[in-house]
Structure formats: C-alpha cells, structure tokens
C-alpha cells in the first residue's frame, strides 16, 4: 500500500507516468468514468479549505466513486478529543482512500503509521502540499513543455507556504532549474530548505519582484499565510509586501507563466487575469486531472 505524504515519495519516473496518466484523462475523461466504481475515498479536513477538498470530491465522482467526510475539526470527533491515530483506524473501516489536510506539520505521517488506506496528504500545517506540486507540474509541463532550464520565481510567504515548499523539492530533481524566491527577510524559506533542499542547486534570494520580473519564465505568487502568523500586527506589516498588478506584469518576459496555488487576497490585482500569461484558473482545472490519476494510481487501478 502506497501513501503520498511528501512529492518525493513519487520518484521522477513516477511523477512522469502519474502526469502521463493525467493528461490522458484530461483527454479521454469519459474512458475513466467507472474506473472507481464502488470505490469510497474520505476526506477529513481539519482545516479550511475549497479547492483542494472539492476538487478531490469532484475527482472521485468523476471515476465513479462516492464520498464521505468532515469539513472542519468542529464537526469531527476532533472536538471531543479524538486523536489522529484513531479516527484513521475508524476511517479505514469506511473509505477505500483518504485525503487528509491538518493544521499540525506531520499529521498526514501520523495518520499513514495507523491506517489501512492509502492516504493522501492534502496539506500538513506549514510544511507540505504534494498534490498541488503536482497540479503546479502539470501546469507548467503542459504550458511550458518542460521543468529544466527554467527560472521560476516564488513570491511571498516563502516561510508558512507549504505549495512552496513541496515544489521546490520536487524541482531541484530536475537540470538546470534556476530559482529565484522573492520575500521579505521575515518570511525567506525555512532554514531547512536552504542548508538542505537547496543546498548546493543554483538559487538566489531577493526582495525585490520588479528586478526578478524581467529574467522569469515562471513566477508563482503566493498568499501570506495569515493564519500561521503568531501575532496580528506582524501579518498586517506583511499582508500587502508583494501585488502584481498588469502594469507590472509589462516587465516580465512575454511568455512568462503566472501560477498561484490560490486563494488569492491582495497579491494578485484581477486586472491581471485576463493576461494570456495568467495560468491559475487553469492549474485549478488540472487539479482535477491530476487528482483524478492519483487516486488511480494509489488504488493500483491505473
Ligand atoms: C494552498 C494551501 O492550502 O496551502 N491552497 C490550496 O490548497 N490550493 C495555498 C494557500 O492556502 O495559500
């Protein structure tokens, strides 16, 4: 049985194939109809979410399948003091797989240790998010047509955001990436990723987006993640550091993708969505495609 806690548990030979299978459904949807027939995936969601949540409802309706979950922590045996490790055992008697999101970094490792599901990780606190890193890579593959030699920009909280932090893993596996993260000292990636991810891969860090913009072929913006902020005067001194708007966008290259994980707040200015290069609407799509070959692949159905 397999899990998807972290991108690299998928090697990059696996995350070729998971990425072929996808572009196949988005194809061919129809093919994959009743691919999950009597198949049940759970999701438990202890924090909020709309995207990821739906969108693997969404995917498991489209293979066939059916749903069960919770949507918040209120609304679980959470509330009553319920730990990780039991509402896993209980959820294996019901579901086939799981999506888990959790505020705690970790829970979907914990979760994994006590179930006999696989489980996938929909985003664990401040630390991981490896289905949108592969929502992202099969945005920018199918956009760009490749992840090597390209420079991509990360753009703002580079410190909580997890989307970050999961696709910079899984793209220093790749030649030639040059990275460029753009962030107030105060919310530069963790130290981890510099003195380990990043170490000894061609990267830069810089707190200006006008100088970064011109060299792009890749910026991915990202919120500031409120609610991981200790205190509320802190996230106010932040909440607006970075807002792309179009006519900044004038000074990056013609071909340069925007991607944002969304929710978007301030960062990027709706005059910019009807630029060719805003691509995030579109990676909400994928996410779909992508979810959709995950829970294949997870339930060896592929
Ligand atoms: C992201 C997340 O939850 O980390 N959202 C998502 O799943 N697409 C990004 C965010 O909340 O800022």
Redesign the pocket.
Known sequence: MRHLLNPLDFTVEETEQLLNLAKDIEENRSRYAHKCDGKVLATLFY?P?T??RLSFESSMLHLGGTCLGFSSAGSSSASKGESVADTIRVISCYADICAM?HPKEGAAKVASLHSRIPVIN??DGGHQ?PT?TL?DLYTIRSLKGHFDNITIGFCG?LKY???VHSLIESLVRYPNVHFILISPPELRVPSYMRDDVLKGFDYEEVTSLEEALPKLDVLYM??I?RERFFNEEEYERMKDCYILNRSKLQLAPKDCLVLH???RVNEISVDVDDDPRAAYFRQVQN?LYVRMALILTLLDLA
Do not use: F, K, M, W
């Open positions: 924090e979410s995207r990821t999101r929909a985003g998010h949108q929502t909280d955001g997890r989307t990202t919120r993640q994980p969304l929710p996410g």
